[in-house]
């Protein structure tokens, strides 16, 4: 979708007012997003596996705490007696004029947690009117998900196949349906050591759930000896127990399930690690940005722009993927503090985008101020699916950018050109000892 921006028809803390007058409560149960999360995890306890494998992390969970920690170490230093009466989020990505910095994360298997998946949040994004990255891991396909899209703004997430014929096919499925940026996650070529995961072995996958951008798709579908599935909705909730008695017992369904769940992990997930030569073959292949997701050093930062990458998502997958590591926050700061991250970001050569963290209004302040052009929010939204569905999602998106906005002009400032990487007067530096804290 390259057409006019989305542009609200409201300012977003009006949502504010329309929380106070309307008087509903949110069908989350809460705009506290610890309320939120607590509330995800009680409404999936029969289905608790599927919860852990969307909210889980790597190993004991250190980098996850780290993202949030790292974060809550920043302070905003407010200012007053400042004209900040009207105010907007507007930004340009990539060229594209947006009402706000938020992009909705690539997040994988939303079936698992709500009976639309995909579906809702493609849906709820195009609401809002922030843009949408689909997971090469949907449990819809690329062409359902962009309908659900509407005139959205969206972009496609791609887990690197082995196979270029599979590659180029789903690109072009991609484009065609209007994905206008490519974004290329780089720290998945493994599935990270998961304790929650494996200890009830819960790989949805191998149930064929995740699967469908596979499934629907003609070349690794004839690689399969099948036609494709168009439109394909695996089962909600999914039995991972029932399945693998199914399995055993020689059902011909589960045995395809599993035969196209094995084949989609081998070619999408099989351990082939790509180098930065490898690149080229992307760029020949696609008309569009393309973003490389998981960058954690300066090193890699400069690398991507001597690969002639448009930009980076400064990530770490939410510390799904290595345990032990520093938060995606720390990394940020390290990035956007290289002279020559900053002179391509300024002369709009190189867009740096911040992800693993984001979860309140004032983190969306602290990243832009620490140099970030845009932020991607995960976990909670999907709290939000798993609550409500597309209303829920909506409602969380709706209220992060209501509270950014509220945040922007009570600290001072009435744009995000103001703040943008103004960390030395925006920001400093303390302790994590407020993360627990109860209202």
């Known amino acids: 979708m390259t057409g006019d921006p989305i542009v609200p028809k409201t300012t977003w803390s009006q949502y504010l007012s329309q929380i106070y007058t309307i008087g509903q409560p949110p069908v989350t149960g809460s705009y506290d997003y610890r309320v939120v999360e607590e509330k995800a995890r009680e409404s999936t306890k029969d289905n608790h596996a599927a919860y852990m494998y969307s909210f889980g992390s790597a190993g004991t969970g250190t980098t996850y705490r780290r993202n949030l920690d790292v974060l809550e170490q920043w302070r905003i230093i407010p200012r007053i007696l400042r004209d900040a009466t009207h105010r907007n989020l507007n930004t340009t990505l990539f060229g594209v004029k947006l009402p706000s910095p938020l992009i909705v994360a690539p997040v994988g298997v939303q079936g698992i947690l709500h009976k639309d998946g995909e579906l809702a949040t493609a849906g709820a994004?195009?609401?809002?009117?922030?843009?949408?990255?689909?997971?090469?891991?949907?449990?819809?396909?690329?062409?359902?998900?962009?309908?659900?899209?509407?005139?959205?703004?969206?972009?496609?997430?791609?887990?690197?196949?082995?196979?270029?014929?599979?590659?180029?096919?789903?690109?072009?499925?991609?484009?065609?349906?209007?994905?206008?940026?490519?974004?290329?996650?780089?720290?998945?070529?493994?599935?990270?050591?998961?304790?929650?995961?494996?200890?009830?072995?819960?790989?949805?996958?191998?149930?064929?759930?995740?699967?469908?951008?596979?499934?629907?798709?003609?070349?690794?579908?004839?690689?399969?000896?099948?036609?494709?599935?168009?439109?394909?909705?695996?089962?909600?909730?999914?039995?991972?127990?029932?399945?693998?008695?199914?399995?055993?017992?020689?059902?011909?369904?589960?045995?395809?399930?599993?035969?196209?769940?094995?084949?989609?992990?081998?070619?999408?997930?099989?351990?082939?690690?790509?180098?930065?030569?490898?690149?080229?073959?992307?760029?020949?292949?696609?008309?569009?940005?393309?973003?490389?997701?998981?960058?954690?050093?300066?090193?890699?930062?400069?690398?991507?722009?001597?690969?002639?990458?448009?930009?980076?998502?400064?990530?770490?997958?939410?510390?799904?993927?290595?345990?032990?590591?520093?938060?995606?926050?720390?990394?940020?700061?390290?990035i956007t503090a290289s002279s020559r991250v900053l002179r391509a970001q300024q002369q709009a050569k190189f867009t740096v985008l911040f992800d693993s963290g984001i979860?309140?209004?004032?983190?969306?302040?602290k990243a832009i101020a620490m140099g970030a052009?845009?932020?991607?929010?995960?976990?909670?939204?999907?709290?939000?699916?798993?609550?409500?569905?597309?209303?829920?999602?909506?409602?969380?998106?709706?209220?992060?950018?209501?509270?950014?906005?509220?945040?922007?002009?009570?600290s001072g400032y009435k744009s995000i050109d103001e703040i943008w990487g103004k960390r030395e007067t925006i920001l400093e530096k303390g302790d994590a000892s407020c993360r627990y804290a109860k209202l």
Do not use: C
Request: charge should be negative.
């Open 125 to 334: 994004a195009a609401n809002v009117g922030v843009p949408f990255v689909m997971s090469t891991a949907s449990t819809r396909s690329i062409e359902a998900v962009a309908r659900a899209n509407g005139d959205g703004h969206r972009w496609y997430q791609l887990y690197w196949p082995r196979n270029n014929e599979v590659t180029l096919s789903i690109l072009g499925r991609a484009k065609a349906a209007g994905f206008t940026a490519l974004v290329v996650t780089l720290d998945t070529f493994l599935l990270g050591w998961r304790p929650h995961d494996l200890d009830t072995a819960y790989l949805p996958f191998l149930a064929g759930v995740g699967v469908q951008v596979g499934t629907s798709d003609p070349v690794f579908m004839k690689r399969m000896g099948m036609a494709p599935r168009v439109d394909e909705r695996p089962p909600f909730p999914l039995d991972m127990t029932a399945f693998r008695e199914r399995l055993a017992a020689g059902d011909a369904e589960a045995q395809t399930a599993f035969k196209l769940g094995v084949g989609w992990l081998q070619e999408a997930n099989a351990g082939t690690f790509r180098s930065w030569e490898d690149l080229r073959f992307l760029r020949d292949n696609w008309d569009g940005p393309i973003v490389l997701k998981g960058v954690q050093t300066v090193e890699d930062a400069h690398a991507a722009m001597d690969s002639r990458m448009d930009g980076i998502i400064v990530s770490n997958h939410g510390g799904r993927q290595v345990d032990g590591a520093i938060g995606s926050f720390t990394a940020l700061e390290k």
């Open 359 to 365: 979860r309140k209004g004032s983190d969306v302040i």
């Open 373 to 410: 052009q845009g932020v991607l929010i995960g976990r909670p939204f999907v709290y939000g699916l798993a609550l409500g569905g597309e209303e829920g999602v909506e409602e969380v998106l709706r209220g992060l950018l209501a509270e950014t906005e509220i945040t922007l002009g009570l």
